[in-house]
T-cell receptor, first 114, second 112 residues
Framework: NAGVMQNPRHLVRRRGQEARLRCSPMKGHSHVYWYRQLPEEGLKFMVYLQKENIIDESGMPKERFSAEFPKEGPSILRIQQVVRGDSAAYFC????????????FGQGTRLTVV | DAKTTQPPSMDCAEGRAANLPCNHSTISGNEYVYWYRQIHSQGPQYIIHGLKNNETNEMASLIITEDRKSSTLILPHATLRDTAVYYCIVRVSSGSARQLTFGSGTQLTVLP
């Protein structure tokens, strides 16, 4: 059973471009969480999704950021018109039931905005 | 959620026990203590959790004081691969992973 798969592992974008980060949860997991880790800081919750539904997006910036978890395929975190401050590591976690203990994290995507 | 306090960094000799402390003096009766670690450039990894009894698994032991205001994570025989940032988090067990709050953690460096 493969773990949580994130791709790409590294992504470089110029200011103003769009960034798309993908997360494939573990098999059988229907709960997905996105976290962001800015340089020298701890992880901060961004958004929680179940299949086709956004459950909690209280940690998402109000503009330029969106997330989806379609019925088929991976979860996507989309950042439009990236700025240098978006440079960070973005981690995805998945769980079967939504409880804390069952969450498994992916290796992350490191976004660099130049 | 209860706030936790951890030392920013610790060193440990390879092969010795690493004891990582965590203070959580405002913990509520239904809140568990969770430990995660993050090895450089990787995602966080769950280690162990407990309510009030001491817990042990294949990775570590968790010692919680009787008043539950502090705890210690013990890695019995630290290896170089245990070098990581260790996070102590207090949560209700039924809480969602969306509510994991990672603070600054403790940077553990295992020295050869």
């Amino acid at each position: 059973n493969a773990g949580v798969m994130q791709n790409p592992r590294h992504l470089v974008r110029r200011r103003g471009q769009e960034a798309r980060l993908r997360c494939s949860p573990m098999k059988g997991h229907s709960h997905v969480y996105w976290y962001r880790q800015l340089p020298e800081e701890g992880l901060k919750f961004m958004v929680y999704l179940q299949k086709e539904n956004i459950i909690d997006e209280s940690g998402m910036p109000k503009e330029r950021f969106s997330a989806e978890f379609p019925k088929e395929g991976p979860s996507i975190l989309r950042i439009q018109q990236v700025v240098r401050g978006d440079s960070a590591a973005y981690f995805c976690a998945s769980s079967r039931s939504g409880t804390v203990t069952e969450a498994f994290f992916g290796q992350g995507t490191r976004l660099t905005v130049v | 959620d209860a706030k936790t306090t951890q030392p920013p960094s610790m060193d440990c000799a390879e092969g010795r026990a690493a004891n990582l402390p965590c203070n959580h003096s405002t913990i509520s009766g239904n809140e568990y203590v969770y430990w995660y670690r993050q090895i450089h450039s990787q995602g966080p990894q769950y280690i162990i959790h407990g309510l009030k009894n001491n817990e042990t698994n294949e990775m570590a032991s968790l010692i919680i004081t009787e008043d539950r205001k502090s705890s210690t994570l013990i890695l019995p025989h630290a290896t170089l691969r245990d070098t990581a940032v260790y996070y102590c988090i207090v949560r209700v067990s039924s809480g969602s992973a969306r509510q994991l709050t990672f603070g600054s953690g403790t940077q553990l460096t295992v020295l050869p």
